[in-house]
């Protein structure tokens, strides 16, 4: 073998690697045989060396390398072996099919805890008679701003940090733009639940940029404040169970007026105090209040004989409290390892 002629150890030992690779990487009994052949076959490479060996120049060197041959090729032999007896009890498993051996558990898929949530809600409020309905994530500044109340320079827009597109047109950064077109569409008496995506440039333990909302929006002749309660204590009954207990604060809306906040007693300690809750027993849920007048006139609707009341949730932030879930952001790695056990 003319390759070999002259070579060195180093020749031998890289011959041998490839060898023990290729024993390695051999699927089947007639691939294993075709190494056997090529490395340690008569004419095989690590034979080669040996024959090349008269050419080494004295005795000593002839022998050192006659040794390492030899020690290469056993090596590579009993590779053979072990790998041939691997290849047998792999071929003797597939044979006899059993029919009575249990068969292997399929896992299947299931909804995401958001869409879970969404679905829940959407099925409380159809109850309640109200409408599924939808609109546009990339809005314009007039619909997401100032038809709720939020006119350019208005300090409320700079708590909402929005992605911009062009100086009309943003991606909405909450789900009430869709009461003025649902106003404008539908006219009075109404009740219809936005679900939808809205986002915002924010990103920690409890804010994504991109999330969900869903509004709520209820106008009739004669509703008042005790509807507002009376529908969300209902709500949080449905979802959290019969003995999610509510409270109420006042806060500030520019589409509402009065501004309410809707507090849940901690679904982690009951109210006595946790982490979760920050010690004080209570976990904020939702923004609500009775519509703006404003806001009904810009939708076309007549605040002197309808009244109305409106509702913003995250569906992420109740899927959280419902199933004790820490960070927001687990909710959407979208690991198999923490979704599958979801409820
Ligand atoms: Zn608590």
Redesign the pocket.
């Known amino acids: 073998m003319s390759d070999t002629a002259g070579a060195g150890e180093a020749d031998v030992h890289s011959v041998a690697a490839e060898a023990l690779d290729a024993v390695r990487r051999s699927d089947d009994l007639d691939q294993l045989d075709e190494v056997r052949v090529r490395y340690l076959g008569r004419n095989g490479r690590l034979n080669g060396f040996l024959r090349s060996i008269g050419k080494l120049g004295d005795a000593e060197a002839r022998r050192q390398m006659g040794q390492t041959v030899q020690a290469l090729a056993e090596r590579v032999r009993e590779a053979l072996e072990e790998r041939r007896a691997e290849l047998q009890a792999g071929d003797s498993d597939d044979e006899p099919l059993d029919l009575t051996r249990p068969a292997p558990r399929l896992r299947r898929g299931r909804a995401h805890p958001v869409t879970i949530a969404i679905t829940e809600i959407g099925r409380i409020f159809a109850e309640l008679g109200y409408a599924a309905i939808s609109g546009p994530e990339v809005e314009y500044d007039r619909y997401n701003f100032t038809l709720v109340n939020q006119p350019p320079g208005h300090p409320a827009r700079d708590s909402h940090d929005t992605f911009y597109i062009d100086d009309q047109r943003l991606l909405r950064t909450h789900t009430s733009p869709v009461q003025i077109r649902s106003m404008v569409q539908r006219g009075a008496p109404q009740r219809v639940i936005v679900p939808g995506k809205v986002f915002r440039r924010d990103y920690d333990a409890t804010h994504l940029p991109m999330f969900h909302q869903v509004e709520g929006l209820c106008i009739d002749q004669g509703i008042a404040v005790s509807d507002l309660k009376g529908t969300l204590e209902y709500f949080a009954r449905s979802f959290f169970g019969p003995d999610a207990r509510a409270r109420w604060r006042p806060h500030h809306f520019p589409f509402t007026e009065p501004s309410l906040e809707m507090e849940l007693a ?1 679904v ?2 009951g109210g006595s ?2 982490t ?2 920050g010690r004080t ?1 209570w976990l904020e849920l939702l923004g609500c209040g009775m519509v703006h007048p404003d806001v009904l006139r810009n939708g076309g609707i007549d605040p002197d004989r309808y009244t109305g009341f409106a509702f913003g949730m995250g569906p992420e932030r109740a899927a959280m409290l419902a199933y004790g879930i820490p960070d927001i952001r687990l909710l959407y790695e979208n690991d198999v390892r923490f979704l599958r056990p979801m409820p």
Request: glycine share 24%; with cysteine.
């Open positions: 901690c982690v300690c105090g946790c979760v809750c027993g």
